[in-house]
């Protein structure tokens, strides 16, 4: 695009133009900064690489070209749940291109179990393993997000689902953005995990299982939730009024004689009746993911 030429001020002299010749001159020099402008989107349209439409718009935008006028397709409109006449938009940029600078994949880790069986402990582990190794992770954990995002909902089962259906979406973009998300909720039911598994193809879900006796779990009671529900002042809490349903399809790290590609969960759980480091148990998660190639773009 040409550069506009500025017209030198006006200067106050006996042969300064007449008031309508110097109005006449600033009108005509608006007119052509207006017609500038308005062919600068045009031509930001048809660059490679843009975001300004769809692929489909910029090709029958080129197709009209050759006739002189640009013909625009009506988008096809999706209904989503409550959601009507929304439109999909892609951008030149994405899940490879974000995987390559960060020189890994995206990808959920979902870590479930129950209350007191270390969750967030294993999570914060592992993100700090990674961390170090130059990874970039972030970690959900469920706690956590009830304090804002999912606030609004109890502990009721139709909320519990609701509550892993949002976390599910939010670790979903997590992964496409390339990071490798940790979630650390109880999730209880299998159900929930199996959908939240479903949002996420190409094995890009991994499923952490904290199998840790329930005996274990309530000697531990860190926030005091055990007790509390075994007098009643709680209810529907998973492991005492409320069901556990265990992972039976999970990606796996079995023991140490069964190959990685061959095992059906990633599980940790006691060793000799003592219960490994946080390390110990992150470096299992480590393991599955440096054997699976997450850990290269």
Same mark, same amino acid.
């Given at each position: 695009m #040409? &550069?506009? %030429?500025?017209? /030198? +001020?006006?200067?106050? #002299? &006996?042969? %300064?133009?007449? /008031? +309508?010749?110097a109005a006449a001159a600033k009108a005509n020099w608006r007119k052509r900064a207006a017609r500038v402008r308005v062919r600068a989107p045009v031509a930001a349209l048809a660059g490679d690489g843009g975001c300004a439409g769809t692929g489909m718009e910029q090709q029958h935008l080129q197709a009209g070209s050759a006739s002189g006028s640009p013909v625009r397709e009506k988008p096809f409109m999706s209904n989503?749940?409550?959601?009507?006449?929304?439109l999909w938009h892609d951008c030149p940029i994405g899940q490879p291109e974000r995987q390559k600078l960060l020189g890994q994949k995206g990808c959920v880790i979902w870590i479930?179990?129950?209350?007191?069986?270390?969750?967030?402990?294993?999570?914060?582990?592992?993100?700090?393993?990674?961390?170090?190794?130059?990874?970039?992770?972030?970690?959900?954990?469920?706690?956590?997000?009830?304090?804002?995002?999912?606030?609004?909902?109890?502990?009721?089962?139709?909320?519990?689902?609701?509550?892993?259906?949002?976390?599910?979406?939010v670790?979903?973009?997590?992964?496409?953005a390339g990071t490798i998300c940790i979630a650390s909720l109880i999730s209880p039911y299998r159900r929930d995990r199996d959908a939240c598994r479903a949002l996420l193809p190409d094995s890009r879900f991994i499923e952490v299982f904290m199998d840790l006796p329930l005996e274990l779990c309530e000697a531990r009671d860190p926030k005091g939730l055990y007790k509390l529900a075994r007098t009643g002042k709680i209810k529907g809490f998973t492991g005492v009024d409320d069901p556990y349903e265990s992972p039976v399809n999970s990606e796996a790290l079995?023991?140490?004689?069964?190959?990685?590609?061959?095992?059906?969960?990633?599980v940790i759980k006691m060793e000799g009746g003592e219960c490994p480091s946080p390390k110990a148990m992150a470096q299992q998660v480590l393991s599955y993911l440096e054997k699976n190639g997450y850990l290269q773009a």
């Open positions: #040409s &550069s506009l %030429s500025i017209p /030198p +001020p006006l200067l106050r #002299s &006996s042969h %300064s133009p007449s /008031p +309508p010749a989503i749940g409550k959601s009507t006449n929304i479930t179990g129950l209350s007191g069986s270390g969750k967030s402990t294993v999570a914060c582990a592992l993100s700090r393993e990674l961390h170090y190794r130059g990874h970039h992770t972030y970690v959900l954990d469920g706690d956590n997000l009830r304090h804002g995002l999912n606030r609004d909902l109890s502990f009721k089962a139709e909320d519990r689902t609701e509550n892993i259906r949002r976390v599910g979406e670790a979903k973009l997590f992964a496409d079995a023991p140490e004689s069964v190959s990685i590609a061959l095992a059906q969960h990633i």
